[in-house]
């Protein structure tokens, strides 16, 4: 049973609410001219994968101005110009319900998933800019960065959906920026889904399942990498 968020932005949606200290805080994000009900399907099967999880759906501060429902910043007029100042404008307000939530769940950036979708991926992706260890996952359907990083964001996870038949936010924006990630050494994966538009579509909903549940992170495979003594050489 879904409730509204205490405390918080009151148009946010506790999808889940964790008995105690939660395993995993997982944040859902909307896209331009949604709401948080849109992501109640992905929520639900996100606290079902992961029981011991709070799982939030995260409402925008701003009503689109465009339609109904609410938008990180406006797409009125935007272009390759002038969209990372406006994701900037919109940063900090984004951060700051990431950390509220954190700090009302009592759990850090290591256990914290952003989940957004179309602008809400925006938002996630170039959170990792901004505050590179802001979270320890950051899964983006159907979004894109709206400038690259130069550096790699080294506590954080990023894995990218795509549907190919995506005409509002072409694929290419996924392909062009794991390439650049894993360039920068960043721990990205890929995911572009044929026959997919711009949608939420239930094969990527199995597929952000499969990579929250199965990926490692790079780093700890690093880790485990440095603690291993090496190989003696055979004799």
């Known amino acids: 049973m879904t409730h509204k968020a205490p405390e918080m932005n009151p148009h946010s949606i506790v999808v889940q609410q ?6 995993q805080l997982i944040l859902l994000f909307h896209g331009v001219g949604a709401t948080p009900q849109s992501l109640l399907p992905l929520g639900q099967r996100l606290a079902t994968a992961f029981p011991q999880s709070t799982v939030i759906s995260v409402a925008s501060p701003d ?7 609410y938008q990180w910043f406006s797409v009125q007029g935007i272009t390759d110009a002038n969209r990372a100042e406006r994701v900037a404008a919109a940063m900090p ?16 950036a290591t256990v914290t998933a952003l989940v957004g979708f179309s602008q809400g991926a925006i938002m996630a992706l170039e959170s990792t800019r901004t505050q590179p260890s802001l979270a320890g996952r950051v899964v983006a359907i159907a ?11 080294p506590h954080t996870t990023l894995h990218l959906l795509h549907g190919k038949s995506d005409a509002v936010i072409p ?6 920026a794991v390439h650049h990630l894993l360039s920068l050494g ?10 997919v538009g711009h949608e939420i579509h239930p094969e ?3 597929l952000v399942v499969e990579r929250l549940q199965g990926h490692i992170p ?5 880790e485990a990498l440095r603690a291993s003594p090496a190989h003696p050489k055979d004799q």
Do not use: N
């Open 18 to 23: 964790a008995a105690g200290r939660p395993q």
């Open 63 to 69: 009503p689109s101005d465009l339609s109904s429902g």
């Open 93 to 108: 307000a984004f951060l700051a319900e990431v950390q509220a939530w954190q700090q009302t769940q009592d759990v850090t």
């Open 143 to 153: 979004g894109r960065f709206a400038t690259l990083p130069t550096e790699p964001a």
């Open 171 to 176: 694929y290419r924006h996924t392909v062009e």
């Open 186 to 195: 960043a721990d990205a994966t890929a995911d572009v889904i044929p026959f």
């Open 204 to 206: 990527i909903v199995d």
């Open 218 to 222: 790079k780093r700890l495979w690093d």
